[in-house]
């Protein structure tokens, strides 16, 4: 690759400010790149931008990124995989990240009539998002710019449905305390796949008289 080429690369976790793909930038990053994955960390967009713009230049999606996709939730289904985190010390660092940054709550799809369950993870340090959202084969985090001056950025991932369900599974050793309950509570209510018919609020799934750290600012 020449040097033109590779200077054209973004650095993981920056953006164009017009957010615009050029045609050199992505024939950069898909050449460089074993998944999807990577070639939304080289260009620092989502996967959705980074299809469209290979699409819109034709280029080829390489034979090599097909390995990546063990992953993706329809394969989850059609391989009956029970856990997605296999080491311990992984499971471990995605559980302390899970319990204290992230969250658990739920996702309505309009289109299906169902209700999918959440697990969010918010922080103002990239990294820490980005190796969360990669041990659990995901891609990169979504950016938040600041909502008013002051503010910082925050880094943003949201795993949903079964892959939330298995990944909560997964970790459930390494949470504690009132996060463990609210686990439990998720994985009795969700499982076995991670969704459920109809229309649901986070009360239904973690009721106020049980869960009152939960609904504390809302009193």
């Known amino acids: 690759m020449n040097p033109a ?19 050199e930038d992505v024939r950069a990053a898909v050449d460089n790149s074993k998944s999807i994955y990577d070639a939304c960390m080289l260009l620092a967009a ?5 299809y469209k713009a290979m699409r819109k230049f034709e280029i ?9 996709h063990r992953f ?3 394969r989850l289904r059609k391989l009956g995989i029970s856990t997605i985190i296999e080491s311990e010390p992984v499971k471990a660092y995605v559980g302390i990240i899970l319990g204290t940054e992230g969250g658990m709550t739920l996702g309505y799809q309009s289109h299906r009539a169902i209700t999918e369950l959440r697990l969010i993870v918010s922080m ?3 990294p820490w998002v980005a190796k969360f959202s990669e041990l659990c084969g995901l891609g990169p985090p979504r950016h938040i710019p600041p909502s008013k001056p002051g503010y910082k950025e925050v880094w943003q991932k949201t795993i949903k449905g079964l892959r939330a ?3 909560l599974r997964d970790v459930l050793p ?12 998720a994985l009795d209510f969700f499982s ?8 649901f609020r986070p009360a239904d799934v973690w009721t106020p008289v049980s869960f009152p750290y939960r609904y504390k600012e809302s009193r």
């Open 60 to 68: 080829p999606k390489p034979k090599i990124w097909e390995e990546g």
């Open 174 to 185: 390494y949470l504690m305390g009132e996060k463990l309950r609210e686990a439990q509570a």
């Open 165 to 167: 369900l298995i990944v």
């Open 5 to 23: 080429k590779e200077d054209s690369i973004l650095a993981p976790g920056t953006f164009r400010k017009s957010r615009v793909l050029r045609r």
């Open 192 to 199: 076995p796949t991670g969704y459920r018919k109809g229309r």
């Open 124 to 126: 103002t340090d990239r």
């Open 46 to 50: 989502h996967n959705s931008s980074v």
């Open 72 to 74: 993706k939730i329809g």
